[in-house]
C-alpha cells in the first residue's frame, strides 16, 4: 500500500445519509416505520391508544403502517464517542459463528486498527455535514482481505431533532432525555442512552443479523472491562428478568456484502457513515418524544 496517500484519506469523512441498527424501546429499528411527512399529509394530533376514531392523528397514521404511536426520521444532528475503527477476518464479538461471546471479551485476533483513541473522539454529524477524525490517532491497517468492519463507540448517543407539525405543533428535542417542547427557543441535543436492544425493562446484550445498507450488522454491549454483558430475558413474571446494568460502550460490527481487500494498489479508503432515519419520534403522554436508531457504514477503496 501507499503509506503516505493512504494515511491521509483516513483521517474519517462522514456524511448523513441512512440508517440502522435496533436501540433501546421495545420496537425494532429496522421493523418501525418511517415517520409520515407532515408537509405532505395532514397529522391533526396525537390522539389516542384506545380505538382512535381520528384516522388523521399522528397514533392512527402510524398505526396503518404497522407501528403505533412509533417511527423513525432523520435528525439535524447525531453524534457518538469512537473509541476504535477497523476491520477484522472474523466477527470479533461471535469468531466461532455460532454464538455471542456473552459473559466474555471480544475476541480481536484477526483485526487490523484504523483508529484508535484511548479516550474517545467526539463526531456529531449535521445533515448534509462531514466531519474528520484525528490524523494522530489514524492508522493504516495491514494489507488483507477483511470481510467485517468494526467499530467501538460510547453507549450514548447524541440526537437533536424535531416533528410536525402536529395538530399545529412542532415538537423539539430538549436536553432532558425523553422530554420535548413545542418552544424552538429550546431546542437542543439529548443523550439517547442504549440500555438493551429489546427494551430498557429487559436485558438482551447483543443481536446479530440486521440487514442495513451495506451488509448486515451485528452489536454487543460491553462493561467497563470490555466483556460483552450477559442478556437476561427469560420467559415468566416481570421479577424474573432484569434490566441491562454496567453497559459502557458499543461494539458494531458490520459482516460486509463484499470483503474489503487493501493491498499495494490501494491508494485511500473512504469511509461513509449512514443515518438517514436514525431518530425515533414516539407518544409520550400527550407529546412527542425523541431517542436515536442507529446506523450502518459503507467502505469504499480507490
Do not use: H
Request: net charge negative; proline share 6%.
Amino acid at each position: 500500500m501507499k503509506p503516505k496517500t493512504l494515511f491521509n484519506s483516513l483521517i474519517f469523512t462522514f456524511s448523513i445519509i441512512g440508517s440502522c441498527l435496533v436501540l433501546d424501546k421495545p420496537l425494532k429499528a429496522n421493523e418501525s416505520p418511517i415517520c409520515p411527512d407532515p408537509s405532505k399529509v395532514n397529522i391533526s394530533g396525537i390522539g389516542t391508544f384506545d380505538n382512535d376514531p381520528d384516522p388523521e392523528s399522528f397514533i392512527s397514521r402510524t398505526n396503518a403502517l404497522g407501528a403505533n404511536g412509533f417511527c423513525r426520521t432523520t435528525p439535524d444532528q447525531y453524534g457518538v464517542k469512537v473509541y476504535k475503527m477497523g476491520f477484522c477476518k472474523k466477527n470479533p464479538g461471535n469468531p466461532s459463528g455460532s454464538a455471542a461471546l456473552e459473559g466474555l471479551k471480544p475476541d480481536y485476533s484477526s483485526c487490523s486498527w484504523s483508529f484508535e483513541s484511548l479516550n474517545g473522539e467526539d463526531a456529531d454529524f449535521s445533515a448534509g455535514g462531514s466531519i474528520d477524525l484525528s490524523e494522530s490517532a489514524s492508522s493504516i491497517p495491514a494489507a488483507g482481505t477483511y470481510s467485517y468492519a468494526v467499530m467501538l463507540i460510547s453507549k450514548d448517543f447524541r440526537i437533536k431533532g424535531k416533528f410536525g407539525p402536529v395538530g399545529g405543533k412542532t415538537y423539539y428535542s430538549i436536553s432532558e432525555f425523553d422530554e420535548s417542547s413545542t418552544d424552538i427557543s429550546d431546542y437542543a441535543a439529548t443523550t439517547a442512552p442504549l440500555k438493551s436492544f429489546s427494551g430498557p425493562t429487559e436485558c438482551t446484550a447483543s443481536v446479530e443479523g440486521v440487514p442495513v445498507t451495506g451488509g448486515k450488522m451485528n452489536a454487543y454491549l460491553l462493561d467497563s472491562t470490555g466483556t460483552v454483558l450477559v442478556s437476561d430475558t427469560e420467559e415468566g413474571s416481570p421479577e424474573t428478568i432484569n434490566p441491562c446494568t454496567g453497559q459502557e460502550k458499543l461494539l458494531g460490527v458490520m459482516n460486509m456484502s463484499n470483503d474489503l481487500t487493501l493491498d499495494d494498489d490501494t491508494n485511500g479508503l473512504e469511509m461513509t457513515f449512514i443515518v438517514t432515519n436514525a431518530m425515533s419520534v414516539m407518544v409520550e403522554g400527550d407529546a412527542l418524544v425523541f431517542d436515536s436508531n442507529a446506523f450502518s457504514v459503507t467502505f469504499e477503496t480507490f
